[in-house]
């Protein structure tokens, strides 16, 4: 009986993945439902269900299927932040310490401890000991019992439903191997006193009773298991981008409660309530400004560089930060509705629309697990066909298995992606995961938020302009001393620009300062009547520019800066351009970018005369301005939708669903947190010639990948006919896995000799 349609989207929590073809079965079955369409992201282990109106198909048919595909499936709580009882910060020890991932980190240290000495037993003739090999079974069952269990549950739920992955391999290798060696150490020779395992390295038809292969299932097994546990800890990340956006509200909030001010949790704020919003503090929730006067920082949220002057009846968004005075704010939108709760579910909606790409290793074991199955079946037909017995036919069947099992390539992907992400470190660059890489190949074009990525972020004095007969150092220290008891964002960057032109450091205090609501401040400085703000302050008090100021000003504004009138004594004698200084760093870097092959495009909030001002300087031609917060991810997928694979690089709230949606995000250190989560590779230092670095050291990582790959696989298989034809011994078989992981493992140290570009 099929239950009531629950909507037309469906989102639903996924368990039991272990690999990206897990993902893609899911998907599989799910679409084989009439009237859904679905698809199922292994990194944020969710699926996205779109049902037809009148597919008759509810929640609870959709996680039977999934339940009956070998998995299970929930519908999602409600995202929510929860502090810790005692208020402190969770850091990522603390978070480690929760859930499957700590689960997984024992199973792989108790797997390590005991597998180490098995191998070295096995591998080093001098410690065969007298009876070395029963120490080995007794230290080896745990590993393949206990740590491999994760492999063969996995298994058995693909043999259930006609099914292999690499898991099917690893299971099947590891079981062949301990299986064979209990049968060698209680039914053939390998368990009298004085075994050993000489290091000879010939090609020669044995029996197989005399030989185990302890190490090779505890050795795959634990390299294997060391895979899942680094890929885990990057896959935890995947929801960490809403974390950090419903972190960036306010946690409480001033009500305005019979005339008092009342302060509560934000969750009590209703639509209609009135709240105050001092200087400095957040704005809790959107709405409208029932009284007072005010600059609001949104630049978080918009991208935006310059302050939003707000008065009454003016709307103002919930997280941006009031700069200037007291608010009245009266809540028109609260909870779900607001402006950052729509952005935290573009970034959701993001994450789980992008295809999670498949790692190589799934990708070629769905074509080699099959064929190493059919021929470890062949080869023991073959074997007992041919009248050599079924201790001859076994011996080599389970040879192909041992032989094939991956124990290199376990070792192929964590390697390089540890090499590749500590060197990335020393150079300020986090990668997330091996998943990010196979995207930094086909990458085309690089999208580039202005505010805080190509700019500083931060208002800088960029221009000064004087009348006749008056100095830059008079014209800063009277401005910088007025403005310096203002909190507005252009009045601080005059102040700053001021002390630093001063010999001490120090300005004059001001007398008399006012602020002038809308236009500006005036006041006295060292018996100076000093005004500074809009050209209309000075004109309402009957000083107008002088021709040549009016014709900087006018020029200052058509290339989309602020320009700031200083009068003092009666006349107007300064213009001072204030803006959002470019990067030194931006035109190098994307010079850089373009000798990657890449196209740069220039993305922002701001006015197109910002945009194409800051695109010149820098070298950019294509110049996408005065785009909304909300559409930055419509620009992103057109651009896809034109053929383009889509690198964005960005630093702010604004830009947290765009990298999500691209198909390489680069997120700013410097920005917020949930630029930084939504990322896939992060440029600590917030110098965006680090971007052609990140993606120059992506390349490289996924090259060493795929190098590992081809040799992990490429030793197996050229043992493959020697193991099929009887003629692999154990010491040659040891001696490959050993010299492919070797080899794997020194190709990947190569990566520490990655250099950036001076």
């Known amino acids: 009986m099929t239950t009531a349609i629950d909507g037309p989207v469906v989102e639903l929590e996924i368990g039991g993945m272990t690999c990206a073809s897990c993902a893609a079965r899911i998907e599989k079955k ?85 597998s180490v000495p098995v191998i070295l037993m096995a591998m080093v003739p001098a410690l065969q000991f007298t009876n070395w090999q029963w120490l080995s079974l007794t230290l080896a069952a745990p590993v393949v019992a206990y740590g491999a269990w994760p492999f063969h549950r996995a298994a058995w739920t693909n043999l259930r439903h006609g099914a292999a992955t690499m898991d099917t391999l690893i299971s099947m290798g590891t079981l062949a191997a301990f299986g064979w060696s209990l049968w060698a150490l209680f039914f053939g020779t390998a368990g009298m006193p004085g075994m050993t ?67 509560v949790p934000v969750g009590e704020l209703r639509v209609g309530d009135r709240f105050v919003v001092r200087p400095g503090e957040k704005i809790a929730t959107d709405g409208r400004v029932a009284e007072g006067s ?27 930060v009031n700069a200037g005075g007291r608010l009245v704010v009266e809540a028109t939108r609260i909870g779900a509705d607001t402006q950052l709760a729509r952005m935290a579910r573009l970034v959701e909606d993001a994450q789980n629309g992008k295809a999670a790409a ?22 023991l037909g073959f074997w007992l066909g041919t009248g050599h017995g079924a201790v001859a036919a076994f011996t080599a069947a389970v040879a192909v298995l041992i032989i094939a099992c991956p124990c290199a390539l376990g070792l192929a992907t964590p390697t390089a992606l540890m090499v590749g992400t500590g060197r990335g470190a020393q150079l300020g660059i986090l990668l997330k995961g091996p998943e990010v890489l196979e995207t930094t190949r086909a990458v085309d074009t690089v999208v580039l938020d202005k505010t805080g990525t190509v700019t500083t972020g931060v208002m800088t004095l960029t221009g000064v302009h004087l009348a006749d007969g008056v100095t ?17 964002p252009i009045a601080r960057a005059l102040a700053t620009a001021a002390q630093e032109a001063e010999p001490t450091g120090t300005l004059p205090a001001p007398e008399g300062f006012t602020n002038v609501p809308g236009l500006g401040v ?62 030194p760093t931006s035109a190098e870097a994307v010079r850089r970018l373009r000798a990657l092959g890449l196209t740069p495009v220039l993305l922002t909030g701001d006015n197109r005369a910002v945009a194409e001002s800051v695109a010149a300087e820098v070298g950019i031609d294509e110049v996408i301005a005065e785009v909304l917060p909300e559409d ?46 939504a990322g896939d590779l992060t440029l600590v230092r917030g110098d965006l010639r680090a971007a052609a670095d990140a993606i120059r050291l992506a390349r490289a990582t996924l090259g060493t990948i795929r190098a590992n790959l081809f040799w992990a696989f490429g030793y197996n298989v050229a043992a493959l006919p020697l193991a099929a034809a009887g ?22 140290l190569r990566l520490r000799r990655f250099r950036a570009l001076a």
């Open 30 to 114: 799910l679409n084989r439902m009439d009237g859904v369409t679905a698809t199922v992201n292994y990194a944020t282990e969710k699926a996205q269900v779109t049902l037809a109106e009148d597919s008759g198909v509810g929640t609870a048919d959709l996680i039977a299927t999934v339940e009956k595909t070998g998995y299970t499936a929930a519908v999602p709580a409600p995202p929510a932040p929860k502090p810790p009882a005692d208020g402190a910060e969770r850091g990522p020890a603390a978070e480690e310490a929760d859930g499957p991932l700590a689960a997984l980190r024992q199973r792989l240290l108790v797997s390590l401890a005991l």
């Open 197 to 263: 395992h000489p290091f000879e390295l010939t090609i020669a038809r044995t029996d197989g009773s005399g030989a185990i292969y302890l190490e090779a299932a505890a050795g795959v097994t634990t390299f294997i298991l060391a895979g899942r546990y680094f890929e885990a800890r990057a896959k935890r990340k995947a929801g960490a981008a809403l974390r950090a956006l419903l972190e960036l509200g306010a946690k409480d909030v001033a009500v305005l409660r019979a005339g008092k001010e009342v302060r």
């Open 294 to 320: 005010s600059a609001v920082d949104a630049s978080m949220l918009t991208g935006e560089s310059v302050p939003v002057e707000v008065a009454p009846g003016d709307t103002v968004t919930g997280a941006t």
């Open 358 to 379: 498949q790692r190589l290793a799934d990708r070629i074991s769905a074509v080699f697990v099959p064929i190493v199955i059919a021929l470890a079946l062949a080869t």
């Open 472 to 488: 830059r150092a008079q014209a800063l220290r009277l401005a910088g001393a007025l403005e310096h008891s203002s909190e507005h």
């Open 522 to 583: 005036r006041g006295s400085v060292e018996g100076h009547s000093v005004l500074v703000g809009r050209e209309r302050l000075l004109n309402d008090r009957g000083q107008q520019l002088p021709p040549a100021l009016a014709a900087a000003k006018d020029a200052a504004e058509r290339a989309g800066h602020t320009a700031v009138v200083v009068g003092w004594d009666g006349a107007a004698r300064a213009v001072l351009v204030v803006s959002d200084a470019v990067k």
């Open 632 to 677: 930055k991810v419509a620009v992103v997928e057109r651009l896809q939708a034109e053929g383009r694979s889509v690198a964005m690089v960005g630093d702010g709230v604004n830009d947290a669903a765009a990298l999500a949606r691209a198909d390489l995000g680069l997120a700013m250190g410097t920005g917020t947190d949930a630029a930084i989560e």
């Open 727 to 748: 003629l692999l011994n154990p010491m040659i078989a040891g001696a490959a896995m050993a010299f492919s992981s070797v080899f794997v493992v020194g190709n990947s």
